[in-house]
């Protein structure tokens, strides 16, 4: 699988051709927020598509929502991204950030918050999750210390 990332104008053109994931980069209290795959047991970025009649924005807010149970949060727009399967297709997405101020369902949650990435063996996508939080910069911390990774954070 490769990664690449994009410029948001850059995404709209090419998505008028094809139907757009997207994808939440989350940070709660500086930790990074993933949601645990039900079926390969596999940390993953909150994500989905738009349902019919729901604008970008308002499907970013319920696939968060989903993944989190109440909480309060702000999103933006980041990034589009596209990830080229090994059939060559390249399929493309938005991704978007968010910041969790209150997440009283935090133990409750399927996604739990971490200090540091887990390790690409425990991450679905984990090139596309690695790339994305890259491309976020300063809004995650990048240093990725390799004792501390995979380990979900204090509780």
Not at 24 to 29: F, G, N, P, S
């Amino acid at each position: 699988m490769q990664c690449s990332i994009y410029a948001l104008g850059e995404v709209k053109k090419r998505r008028k051709r094809q139907e757009c994931g997207l994808l939440v980069l989350a940070r709660y209290q500086e930790r990074f927020v993933l949601v645990r795959d039900e079926i390969n047991a596999l940390w993953m970025l909150p994500g989905g598509r738009c349902e019919k009649g729901e604008d970008e924005q308002e499907a970013v807010r319920r696939i968060l929502g989903k993944a989190l149970g109440e909480a309060v949060f702000d999103v933006k727009p980041l990034c589009g991204f596209g990830v080229t399967g090994e059939d060559g297709k390249e399929r493309i997405g938005l991704a978007y950030l968010a910041d969790v101020h209150e997440w009283p369902d935090e133990l409750a949650s399927a996604a739990k918050a971490f200090t540091r990435l887990p390790l690409g063996s425990q991450t679905a996508e984990a090139a596309l999750c690695f790339g994305l939080h890259r491309w976020a910069g300063e809004f995650f911390d990048e240093r990725l210390d390799i004792e501390q990774l995979g380990q979900p954070a204090a509780l």
